[in-house]
């Protein structure tokens, strides 16, 4: 049975969850699950709550989002509210590394990652099998001619003309230009490994391997402009030790990598993502 989440972000103030509860058992709203964090640093409150209704005088989905503005008013509220049947439509970009795109994939057709997928990018043509096996469309963006901000420019059409609410780079290779951060601010979830900004480029693994690192991991965040900064969703860690090769770590650090974006895209489409600030508030089931 589909449900509804309602998710909300606003200055701490006495009555927000009294108003939000009431407001939902005025309209036979049964809460299926709740979950709030006040941030006293910053003086923010987060809320989402999952519900359904549960009697006759639970309203339309077009209504209930109506009928809450005068609350979120009220308590200047940011907010949102959606069902879950409405699936996040998700754009996956690629390079040639495929494992977290496989990763993702299998999710999905098993039905584990509740989102919509019309399409897969990459500036390389390697992967385009793997996209037509699963049925979905592939788009080969090269960069031509040196010419990346017209590459960056097709991107950014397709996310514009196929609806896209987020923006998944799964090892995709190329750094994105503040415009295009900009224009996907919020909307962008990107992959790597932990040993940033120790080791940077190639072979990272190797890089690491030489100074004989004890712990590897990955990290899941929202793009900005701040190169591999922006703000952490999830994160993995595992010890290895001087019996560990270079290619031991590597294949070590791509299982962490589909991991870390798998928990990060599911939580993202859940709904159990908020900003605050530099940082995220994640409601984790």
Request: aromatic fraction near 8%.
């Amino acid at each position: 049975m589909s449900h509804f989440i309602l998710t909300v972000s606003a200055q701490d103030r006495i009555g927000i969850v009294a108003a939000v509860t009431s407001w939902l058992a005025a309209n036979d709203g049964f809460i299926i699950e709740s979950q709030q964090y006040a941030d006293l640093e910053s003086g923010r409150f987060f809320m989402r709550l999952a519900f359904q209704g549960a009697g006759p005088a639970f309203p339309p989905q077009s209504e209930l989002k109506s009928d809450f503005k005068s609350i979120a008013e009220r308590y200047d509220l940011e907010w949102d509210l959606a069902s879950t049947d409405e699936r996040l439509r998700v754009m996956i970009a690629v390079s040639k590394g495929g494992h977290c795109l496989n990763d993702l994939l299998h999710r999905w057709r098993i039905g584990s990652l509740p989102i919509d997928i019309p399409l897969i990018i990459s500036n390389h043509a390697d992967l385009a099998p793997l996209a037509g096996f699963h049925g979905i469309p592939f788009h080969h963006l090269p960069i031509i001619n040196g010419d990346k901000a017209g590459q960056e420019s097709r991107l950014l059409q397709l996310v514009e003309d196929h609806r896209i609410d987020l923006v998944v780079l799964a090892r995709y290779m190329q750094v994105l230009s503040d415009q295009a951060c900009r224009a996907l601010s919020g909307r962008c979830i990107n992959i790597h490994h932990s040993f940033l900004p120790s080791f940077k480029g190639a072979r990272p693994y190797h890089q690491a391997h030489a100074r004989g690192v004890k712990l590897i991991g990955a990290t899941a965040h929202y793009v900005t402009g701040d190169l591999d900064e922006g703000p952490i969703i999830e994160q993995m860690a595992e010890r290895v030790d001087h019996g560990h090769t270079a290619d031991a770590m590597a294949a070590m650090g791509r299982d962490l990598e589909a991991q870390v974006l798998a928990r990060a895209v599911t939580w993202a489409a859940q709904r159990r993502v908020l900003p605050n600030g530099q940082r995220t508030i994640v409601f984790r089931p």
